[in-house]
């Protein structure tokens, strides 16, 4: 009953819901939520395999999915698989931009191949899936893009390459977005992860005391699960968000307002203990 209520209060059924990046953690999470929200699901993904797995996995649980082999990288595949989308679907109501990739690197000697090819997905895919589901929007106007940033956005995370400077650049782009379509009825706004337990970060948890010591960086004393960021997106996603254009959602489990409690304060320490 929670569940149906929760679909009903969205409004999100019968919407065309794209999602880039959908064979992973954070993807598949939030091509669940919108499906049990009764949306019509188009799973993107270049990991073919995985991405009709998902979609077998959420039709057998009563969802409409459907899996599209996309490169988001690669300008040609992204406007042919909007084309098979809207021949299947019809015409995108929501796009979410969630397909990332992280290559470590310094930037003293990260290779010019390595820069171009990390903002090639975080930024310029972005931009690319933008424009070819965009456009039905606007024809429309009508239509919702949601953006998966990360608190990366607003503090470097070092020897990660071109991973912050991209997200930072996410951030513009959906603000952008907003500004130049918002009076044609399309939203754009952005969700900016902090710490979430995926299938790509769980080896970190398993060593030693990093869970401990990463619970204890965040207000809420835990680690943030994939749904946890899928509820932030159907929120943006959905007509209960029909005020909300440009904006920014950070969902992190208090991790940035907990900047002032990492720096040492001799006589507050004890106190600021007492309270975990």
Same mark, same amino acid.
């Given at each position: 009953? $929670?569940?149906? /209520? ?9 919407? %065309?819901? !794209?999602?880039?990046? *959908? &064979? ?107 424009? $070819?589901?965009? /456009? ?9 893009? %949601?953006? !998966?940033?990360?608190? *990366? &956005? ?110 040492? /304060? ?11």
């Amino acid at each position: 009953m $929670a569940n149906k /209520r929760s679909a009903e209060w969205l409004a999100l059924e019968g919407k %065309v819901c !794209v999602v880039t990046g *959908a &064979a992973g953690g954070i993807g598949s999470a939030i091509a669940r939520v919108l499906g049990e929200s009764g949306a019509r699901i188009a799973l993107l993904d270049r990991e073919a395999g995985k991405c009709k797995d998902l979609a077998q996995t959420l039709v057998a649980n009563g969802m409409e999915a459907y899996a599209f082999e996309c490169d988001i990288a690669d300008a040609k595949s992204v406007e042919l698989t909007a084309l098979s989308v809207e021949e299947r679907l019809g015409s995108a109501d929501v796009l979410v931009n969630n397909a990332g990739l992280l290559r470590p690197g310094g930037i003293e000697d990260i290779t010019l191949d390595t820069w171009n090819a990390m903002l090639q997905v975080n930024l310029t895919g972005y931009m690319l899936c933008a424009q $070819a589901f965009g /456009r039905a929007m606007l024809h429309k106007r009508a239509g919702s893009i %949601v953006h !998966v940033a990360s608190v *990366a &956005a607003h503090h470097p995370q070092t020897w990660s390459g071109a991973y912050s400077p991209g997200k930072a650049a996410v951030s513009m782009l959906s603000k952008q977005i907003a500004a130049e379509w918002g009076a044609r009825g399309v939203r754009s706004n952005a969700v900016c992860p902090g710490m979430i337990r995926t299938p790509l970060s769980a080896s970190f948890y398993a060593q030693g005391d990093v869970e401990q010591r990463r619970r204890a960086m965040t207000a809420s004393r835990r680690i943030g699960e994939p749904v946890d960021i899928a509820d932030a997106v159907a929120f943006l996603a959905s007509p209960r968000a029909s005020y909300v254009n440009g904006a920014e959602l950070i969902v992190d489990g208090g991790l940035e307002c907990m900047l002032m409690d990492m720096v040492p /304060r001799p006589g507050y320490e004890a106190k600021a203990g007492a309270a975990r």
